[in-house]
């Protein structure tokens, strides 16, 4: 029987999270930023490139403290207590099937993330052009959505839990099956390499699965006030405007590809590395 975990290792899914995704977001901001006026307004890259180049420097990182919030708490959510519903499952339930506790324990995860709702709304106000003047900063915007009551903080509530119970099922679940593909090494870096290449695998494909959601929780989160429309509504809405085209709900899904094999790459190789560094544990 494995010796019970400390208080502070209890913490080391958490903490190892919270720093991967710090890691990550510092590097991928500006590609992010692309991806997001082409979910907006439905653009190709070159033409959400020239907006960000004509911005200038100045609005690039404009919106950067509620990601960083939101990815770095995220990230801590999603890793932290999937690893502690594995534990508290196996311990409670200890014939309970792998499948069944992998999937409860990422959907619990997903769900707790979606707490952090309101710092995804701000992140999209502020990256949005057509705000710039309006808000000048996060606390501004947040000060904004207040006159509206709570509702409007956690606005597009419904497809970000669409979108991150299933998705943290389909991560964990593939992540460590992609791996295993990859030829076994004691090397240090054949295995951070083995570990960003599974990540980034994993999450380019999860990210364009579910790329449709993030577009239509983007149109419902760039809006302030009533209404207040559901996301079946939001969703034909947007299908509508964009002539009922499959292919144009998909705009920007190459830099969001693109986007999502670095950034899960970065995550999951940062994880594994910071819990070997710091909690000197074995990498998975």
């Known amino acids: 029987m494995s010796e019970p975990k400390t208080p502070v290792n209890e913490l080391e899914d958490y903490l190892c999270g919270w720093g991967a995704a710090f890691i990550n977001i510092t590097l991928t901001f500006p590609i992010n930023k692309i991806m997001f006026r082409q979910m907006l307004h439905g653009i190709d890259s070159q033409r959400a490139f020239l907006d960000l180049k004509t911005e200038g420097i100045r609005y690039l990182y404009r919106g950067f403290l509620p990601p960083l919030f939101q990815k770095t708490g995220s990230a801590a959510l999603m890793f932290g207590m999937y690893e502690q519903c594995q534990r508290l499952i196996s311990s409670s ?126 149109q419902m989160q760039s809006r302030i006030g009533p209404p207040y429309d559901s996301f079946s509504a939001a969703f034909g809405d947007v299908f509508q405007d964009r002539g009922c085209s499959w292919r144009k709900m998909f705009y920007g899904v190459h830099v969001n590809y693109t986007r999502a094999l670095i950034s899960w790459g970065i995550i999951n190789a940062s994880y594994e590395l910071l819990k070997k560094i710091c909690f000197h544990q074995p990498v998975s």
Do not use: C, W
């Open 93 to 218: 339930f200890p014939d309970a099937s792998p499948l069944l506790s992998l999937g409860a324990s990422a959907i619990v995860a997903g769900t707790a993330e979606a707490v952090l709702t309101p710092l995804e709304r701000i992140q999209t106000l502020l990256q949005d052009r057509h705000y710039h003047r309006r808000f000048a900063n996060s606390f501004e915007a947040a000060r904004e959505l207040r006159k509206y009551g709570m509702r409007e903080y956690y606005r597009g509530l419904t497809p970000i839990l669409y979108r991150n119970g299933p998705s943290n099922v389909l991560f964990f679940a593939l992540r460590g099956k992609v791996k295993e593909t990859f030829p076994q090494t004691d090397l240090a870096f054949g295995q951070l390499l083995s570990d960003f290449l599974s990540g980034a695998m994993s999450g380019a494909i999860i990210s364009t699965v579910f790329y449709p959601i993030n577009v239509v929780k983007t």
